[in-house]
């Protein structure tokens, strides 16, 4: 048992140095996470989205800026795409593919900013999230693991762990860099 801790602690480990000898992935985040600032300054808020783990973070990102991440503060306007009875009725009527995108063509306006959370790239549905949003001008973020998969080509921000294998170990870099982008907004908000 003990050996599966840690090695299980030490690919971690090894995969947060090999993002963080990246100048690139550091950049990446500050523009993330400037974007993200500017939406909230003028208005707009940010919309994240993700399947399984992934909404888990996607839901972890907004509750965060709507409520407390580390000072008292003002809320900040977010929300994940994760309401069972839309996901359930918008599944029904137009397919799971189209889940994330229904929601935003209804509740997307531009100067928004999307972060699309897909651990492969590929997720259906968070691809036709991002085609949406870019028709309507929204800012699209995405977090990504492995080469990006088709994602990496359609977003304006790619934040992408670099690895390839089990999903874990891409979502525990997710969860630093989505608190990374939380504090950044905290920062520069207030």
Request: proline share 2%.
């Given at each position: 048992?003990?050996?599966?801790?840690?090695?299980?602690?030490?690919?971690?480990?090894?995969?947060?140095?090999?993002?963080?000898?990246?100048?690139?992935n550091?950049?990446?985040?500050?523009?993330?996470?400037?974007?993200?600032?500017?939406?909230i300054?003028?208005?707009?808020?940010?919309?994240?989205?993700?399947?399984?783990g992934?909404?888990?973070d996607?839901?972890h990102?907004?509750?965060?800026?709507?409520?407390?991440?580390?000072?008292?503060?003002?809320?900040?306007?977010?929300?994940?795409?994760?309401?069972?009875?839309?996901?359930?009725?918008?599944?029904?009527?137009?397919?799971?593919?189209?889940?994330?995108?229904?929601?935003?063509?209804?509740?997307?306006?531009s100067?928004?900013?999307?972060?699309?959370?897909?651990?492969?790239?590929?997720?259906?549905?968070?691809?036709?999230?991002v085609?949406?949003?870019?028709?309507?001008?929204?800012?699209?973020?995405?977090?990504?693991?492995?080469?990006?998969?088709?994602?990496?080509?359609?977003?304006?921000?790619?934040?992408?762990?670099?690895?390839?294998?089990?999903?874990?170990?891409?979502?525990?870099?997710?969860?630093?860099?989505?608190?990374?982008?939380?504090?950044?907004?905290?920062?520069?908000?207030?």
């Amino acid at each position: 048992m003990k050996s599966i801790i840690k090695n299980n602690f030490t690919q971690a480990s090894e995969l947060l140095n090999k993002f963080m000898s990246d100048e690139k992935n550091i950049d990446s985040i500050v523009r993330a996470g400037q974007e993200m600032v500017r939406a909230i300054k003028q208005g707009n808020k940010i919309i994240s989205c993700g399947n399984g783990g992934s909404m888990s973070d996607a839901m972890h990102f907004a509750e965060e800026l709507t409520g407390r991440f580390r000072e008292d503060r003002a809320g900040i306007p977010a929300l994940a795409i994760s309401d069972q009875g839309f996901l359930t009725c918008a599944a029904n009527d137009f397919g799971y593919d189209f889940v994330f995108s229904r929601f935003i063509e209804s509740m997307g306006n531009s100067g928004d900013v999307l972060l699309a959370i897909s651990t492969s790239g590929n997720s259906p549905n968070v691809i036709n999230a991002v085609k949406k949003a870019k028709e309507k001008g929204i800012v699209t973020i995405a977090l990504t693991g492995g080469n990006g998969g088709k994602l990496k080509d359609l977003i304006d921000i790619e934040i992408r762990v670099p690895h390839i294998g089990y999903s874990d170990r891409i979502q525990e870099m997710h969860i630093k860099i989505i608190h990374s982008l939380v504090e950044i907004i905290e920062n520069n908000v207030f």
